[in-house]
């Protein structure tokens, strides 16, 4: 049995998905249920005994406790978290209370439970804290990728409050002893993506025949990773890792944002031609402290535990559009009026 937070969010419910059908292994999934969290994420495991759901927050430190003793998982795997660097510069609060506050009590509900365990169950105990490659800052063009040992310079509310969670997960391993494993990823992509990132929010406007908003000049440069290659990455780190050890997971793809976009564009072209998508292509207005380039240096999780990624950002890229193609009622459930109002306060405040 393991523990998955958050894992009725994007990255959270894929892995959860991926776990059961790669390892059969029984998952405890504790979700607040926030705007991007949706039990939709999780509806092919409906019914399934493996899985039990429970609706809480990470900071609530008397039911985790409850699940701890209860459940007894060998592992905790952290993917709870605000992730969205947009509503971390209008809203930072609510990152601080999750990202940091709510990383800080859920270590402190699992260190108490670490205590309990003995001779092999304390042996074989993991605590993974899922991060971003954000925490590093930015990139200039000819600047070395980022590695684990890169100094971290995060530039916004988001990043700020992801690093602030990494090093509070450090410090309890150093301090306290918790076994602990932390991953730092580029940026995901993939199914059931909540359509404010990227790549579905360019997919959904695209089908609707909105404009497709690119920040600045969109040479911004991220580098890619398939979902489905983020969870087999953590997969390796948690049987594999050394403790008290960080691993960058990246697609190897590195590209810019306008590529991106007009990649999309393709690839609809392809698989629901009639409209020239390229066209809705629209520049608007750059973020405040827009990171330049990202990039992921992963030798270190592909040397020590032979992982590398399964996709290439073209078959990622087709296999994610796909799934929106096919699946317009998941994207129906999902748009509610918040989300509705939230994309155009953006967008027309970013038009300006």
């Given at each position: 049995m393991i523990l998955v937070t958050g894992g009725a969010g994007f990255i959270g419910a894929n892995f959860v998905l991926d776990w059961l059908v790669a390892t059969g292994e029984p998952v405890v999934n504790l979700d607040k249920l926030t705007y991007a969290g949706n039990l939709g994420n999780l509806a092919p495991i409906e019914g399934d005994r493996r899985h039990v759901f429970v609706r809480g927050d990470i900071g609530d430190a008397a039911l985790v406790g409850q699940l701890l003793a209860t459940h007894r998982p060998r592992a905790v795997v952290n993917f709870a978290a605000e992730s969205h660097v947009d509503r971390s510069i209008h809203g930072p609060a609510a990152f601080v209370e999750t990202n940091v506050a709510g990383t800080f009590s859920l270590l402190e509900s699992v260190r108490g439970y670490f205590g309990t365990l003995e001779g092999g169950e304390r042996e074989r105990f993991r605590f993974l804290h899922v991060s971003t490659d954000e925490v590093y800052g930015s990139l200039g063009p000819r600047d070395p990728a980022f590695s684990e040992t890169t100094a971290y310079a995060p530039n916004s509310p988001y990043s700020a409050s992801k690093a602030a969670s990494d090093h509070f997960v450090r410090a309890w391993h150093h301090t306290y002893g918790l076994p602990v494993?932390?991953?730092?990823?580029?940026?995901?992509?993939?199914?059931?993506?909540?359509?404010?990132?990227?790549?579905?929010?360019?997919?959904?406007?695209?089908?609707?025949?909105?404009?497709?908003?690119?920040?600045?000049?969109g040479a911004q440069v991220r580098d890619w990773l398939y979902v489905g290659d983020h969870c087999s990455a953590i997969r390796a780190v948690l049987e594999r890792g050394r403790v008290g050890e960080v691993y960058n997971v990246g697609g190897d793809a590195e590209m810019r944002n306008l590529d991106v976009v007009k990649a999309i564009c393709a690839t609809l072209a392809q698989l629901r031609p009639g409209r020239d998508y390229a066209s809705q292509i629209a520049f608007v207005r750059d973020r405040p402290g827009h990171d330049r380039r990202y990039a992921i240096d992963a030798r270190k999780i592909r040397g020590e535990l032979g992982w590398t990624p399964a996709e290439t950002f073209a078959t990622g890229l087709e296999r994610t559009v796909r799934w929106y193609l096919d699946n317009a009622s998941w994207l129906d459930s999902v748009q509610s009026g918040d989300y509705r109002r939230w994309i155009a306060e953006q967008y027309a405040e970013a038009a300006k």
């Open positions: 494993l932390t991953t730092n990823c580029s940026n995901n992509y993939g199914p059931r993506q909540f359509p404010e990132k990227l790549i579905p929010l360019m997919i959904v406007n695209a089908l609707a025949g909105k404009p497709l908003p690119v920040y600045g000049d």
